[in-house]
């Protein structure tokens, strides 16, 4: 069961956006914790994509952004495009300064 | 660009110890400003932080791993390494190692496959 929850998977058609929640607590996202998010590919080393809630690192295509709010925070990918399929995962941190991650999300490109 | 590699037996045998290591070029784990995480992966997805090692010494490690993990560092050879003590199936993982930069793991290994069986 991991700490912060994400939905197992969300898809949409070339072009689309989507979105991928991840919930978590008082004592992770809700304690003011940043949010960082990941896209991987199995097999491969898994990608910061969105860094500090909302920050993208240099090469990371601006059509991925975040968002927090309160115990939750959001990624959104527009102009979906096939090489975006992949999961994604979420991760924060708590009191204890271990990180904390969401169960991870399977974004499929119809 | 920071790059990571982990190595070590890919098979381990119930109630012995896991043993991988980290192998770090681009940037020195001895630098200051980072912390050195260990990370695993389930076969359901999830992905659990095992701890982390910064200053050359300093230790951090999951309170529900603690009895059984030690991290350590060889700033000679730029690595640092992941002891699992008492393993069972349940340990059965990717194992990754990472870069962390103010709590984000701004750089992975591709990771290391073990399985705890006889």
Not at chain 1, 79 to 85: F, I, P, W, Y
């Amino acid at each position: 069961q991991s700490v912060l929850t994400q939905p197992p998977s969300v898809s949409g058609a070339p072009g689309q956006r989507v979105t991928i929640s991840c919930t978590g607590s008082s004592s992770n996202i809700g304690a003011g914790y940043d949010v960082h998010w990941y896209q991987h590919l199995p097999g491969t080393a898994p990608k910061l994509l969105i860094y500090d809630n909302n920050n993208r690192p240099s090469g990371v295509p601006d059509r991925f952004s975040g968002s927090k709010s309160g115990t939750s925070a959001s990624l959104a990918i527009t102009g979906l495009q096939a090489e975006d399929e992949a999961d994604y995962y979420c991760q924060s941190s708590d009191s204890s300064r271990r990180g904390v991650f969401g169960g991870g999300t399977k974004v499929t490109v119809l | 660009q920071v790059q990571l590699q982990e190595s070590g037996p890919g098979l381990v045998k119930p109630s012995q110890t896991l043993s991988l290591t980290c192998s770090v070029s681009g940037g020195s784990i001895s630098s200051g400003g980072h912390y050195w995480t260990w990370i695993r992966q389930f076969s359901g997805k999830g992905l659990e932080w095992i701890g982390y090692i910064y200053d050359s010494g300093s230790t951090y490690y999951n309170p529900s791993l603690k009895s059984r993990v030690t991290i350590s560092a060889d700033t000679s050879k730029n690595q640092f390494s992941l002891k699992l003590t008492s393993v069972t199936a349940a340990d059965t993982a990717v194992y990754y190692c990472a870069r962390e930069e103010r709590r984000a793991f701004d750089f992975w290994g591709q990771g290391t496959m073990v399985t705890v069986s006889s």
